[in-house]
């Protein structure tokens, strides 16, 4: 079992680069793939970002390329997703995911946290 407990979303201004952060719970955060989705409101959750287990590999959603990172730290449990020139249309809640593998597939993932707002004003 593996409890996800994301943190740092709020309201921000268009260009704004705030850091996302999905703390961890349990010994068995270096085995899983971790990823970021989000959900606007009435559209489908969507991929976002995916790290591998050891962080050597990354894979993003086509329209963030370039300004969102995500990047882990697995002595802290943490995965973390660092979004720079934020526009009004990133606002959604983000959520971070825990799976076996590196892929964007949001049913690939079994593990979910709560989620975290976030709402970029223009």
């Known amino acids: 079992q593996v409890q996800l407990v994301e943190s740092g979303g709020g309201l921000v201004q268009a260009g704004g680069s705030p850091r996302l952060s999905c703390a961890a719970s349990?010994?068995?955060?270096?085995?899983?793939?971790m990823a970021w989705f989000r959900q606007a409101p009435g559209k489908e959750r969507e991929f976002v970002a995916v790290i591998s287990r050891g962080g050597t590999y990354t894979h993003y959603r086509n329209p963030v390329k370039g300004r969102f990172t995500i990047s882990r730290d697995n002595a802290k449990n943490t995965v973390y997703l660092q979004m720079n020139s934020l526009k009004p249309e990133d606002t959604a809640v983000y959520y971070c995911a825990a799976g076996s593998y590196s892929i964007s597939t949001h049913d690939a993932y079994n593990y979910w946290g709560q989620g975290t707002q976030v709402t970029v004003s223009s």
């Open positions: 349990g010994r068995t955060f270096s085995t899983y793939a």
